[in-house]
């Protein structure tokens, strides 16, 4: 059997998703304007195949977020983007699916009360409210851009209600899992030829996996496969 560049994509597209479901047990998706920043301290790559930063893959249990919100602000006739801060989001989910919104914003008074905290909205695929805890990640003076994945570690070694060390160890470990489980993934394969990085290009460690599996006439078809592309 010849490997085709058609059914080699789909079965790495079937491989990765068949991983990512078993792995995460909570799906977070974000309103128009919401944008992800990270999860459990792990920035949420725009790039990769399982978040676009829109929406997130999260173990059950406490969950800390790291989002940014983007209002359309009419003044004087003309339409500005106003951001805020990155806010930091905490809450608890079990087998769910859950969506983050903000409320309706149309002046920049609603806009700044907003970005003071406690008005996102955050409900179960019934509609039900999620209760959770927030603030934003403010720093002061001049900055011509911010480091939102430092600036988090750092709150996250802090004694701040919202940080992931302050937790009780319970919720503090369910948190954690996210470093293994949902953004970046690690992955602990049964071969021990493979190294379990905490940072992994997904494909290439399918490729590697399945390779390792297959028996030698598997790679050398596969060899071939390569040589012609």
């Known amino acids: 059997m010849r490997f085709s560049s058609k059914n080699f994509i789909s079965f790495l597209l079937f491989s990765l998703s068949a991983s990512t479901s078993v792995l995460a047990d909570v799906k977070l998706s974000a309103e128009n304007g919401i944008y992800i920043i990270a999860v459990n301290g792990v920035e949420?790559?725009?790039?990769?195949?399982?978040?676009n930063k829109l929406s997130a893959q999260l173990p059950n249990g406490v969950n800390q977020i790291l989002v940014r919100y983007?209002?359309?602000i009419e003044t004087f006739g003309d339409i500005e983007i106003e951001n805020s801060n990155p806010?930091?989001?905490?809450f608890k989910a079990q087998d769910n699916s859950l969506k983050l919104s903000a409320p309706e914003i149309k002046r920049m008074s609603e806009f700044n009360e907003f970005d003071n905290g406690q008005q996102w909205l955050l409900t179960d695929s019934a509609g039900r409210s999620i209760s959770y805890k927030s603030k934003p990640l403010i720093k002061e003076g001049?900055?011509?851009?911010?480091?939102?994945v430092r600036e988090l570690n750092d709150f996250n070694r802090s004694g701040d209600e919202l940080s992931i060390n302050y937790l009780p160890s319970d919720m503090r470990d369910s948190a954690k899992k996210a470093e293994s489980k949902?953004?970046?993934i690690s992955y602990k394969f049964s071969d021990e030829s493979i190294?379990?990085?905490k940072y992994v290009n997904l494909p290439e460690q399918l490729l590697q996996?399945?390779?390792?599996?297959?028996?030698a006439e598997t790679r050398e078809r596969f060899k071939d496969w390569i040589s012609d592309k």
């Open 44 to 51: 949420l790559e725009s790039d990769s195949l399982i978040g």
């Open 70 to 72: 983007s209002a359309e």
């Open 87 to 90: 806010h930091i989001i905490v």
């Open 142 to 148: 001049f900055q011509l851009s911010r480091d939102y």
């Open 182 to 184: 949902s953004v970046v």
């Open 195 to 197: 190294d379990n990085k």
């Open 209 to 215: 996996y399945w390779y390792l599996k297959a028996d």
